[in-house]
C-alpha cells in the first residue's frame, strides 16, 4: 500500500509553454500533497502544500503565479509551471500523506522537465 | 525553526560490513517523528525507517536500525550487512508536530549523504 504515481516522468518543452504535472495517490486518500523541487546531488527543496479543496500554501521565495497548484480530489494533486524558462528545469517530486494518518509521507517517482 | 544537520556528504561502505550514517536536528519541541529516507539513482525516494520521539526504543526494519538520543538530538541510521543495492543518497528529515497536518506536518530534509557500497 501506499504508492504515490507521478505523470508524466519525463517532459521536454519550448520556452514560454506551460506544463502540468500530476500526482496520484493510489490506494490511499490523501488530504495534503507536498511538492518538492530537487537539483542533482541536492536535497529536496519544499515548494508548496497542497490541502484538498483550499487553497495551497507556498514556501517563502515560490512564486505562485508562476507554479499553480490544484488539489481538487483526495487522490489527486497538479502542478503546472507556466511560462516555463529554462530556469525551471528540474526534477519535481510530489509526496503524499493519509488522510487520518498523516505522519509519513510517501514519495511519486519524480518528474524531469527540460525546458530548451 | 527546525534543521537537520547531515555533516557527511559521502560515505563508503565494504559489501557485507556495517556502516552508520548521522544525523542531528535542532529543535525546541517535545513531540515529533524522525525520518530516515533513501534515494537510489532512479531518484525514487523510499522511506526506509521511522521513529517517534516519544517512543524510547530505537526503530528497526531488517537490516536498517536507528539509534536515537532524544536528549542529544542525534538520530543516526546503520546498515548491517551491507548490499551493493543499498548505494543510494539518503536523507535524514524531521516532521512536527505530532498532531499536524496541512502545512504543519510539511518534512525537514537534511542535506543528504552519498553511500557507495564496495564490492
Known sequence: ?116 | AQTVTQSQPEMSVQEAETVTLSCTYDTSESDYYLFWYKQPPSRQMILVIRQEAYKQQNATENRFSVNFQKAAKSFSLKISDSQLGDAAMYFCAYRSPLWGTGANSKLTFGKGITLSVRP
Open chain 1, 1 to 116: 500500500g501506499a504508492v504515490v504515481s507521478q505523470h508524466p516522468s519525463r517532459v521536454i518543452c519550448k520556452s514560454g509553454t506551460s506544463v502540468k504535472i500530476e500526482c496520484r495517490s493510489l490506494d490511499f486518500q490523501a488530504t495534503t500533497m507536498f511538492w518538492y523541487r530537487q537539483f542533482p546531488k541536492q536535497s529536496l527543496m519544499l515548494m508548496a502544500t497542497s490541502n484538498e479543496g483550499s487553497k495551497a500554501t507556498y514556501e517563502q521565495g515560490v512564486e505562485k503565479d508562476k507554479f499553480l497548484i490544484n488539489h481538487a480530489s483526495l487522490t489527486l494533486s497538479t502542478l503546472t509551471v507556466t511560462s516555463a524558462h529554462p530556469e525551471d528545469s528540474s526534477f519535481y517530486i510530489c509526496s503524499a500523506s493519509r488522510t487520518g494518518g498523516q505522519e509519513t509521507q510517501y514519495f511519486g517517482p519524480g518528474t524531469r522537465l527540460l525546458v530548451l
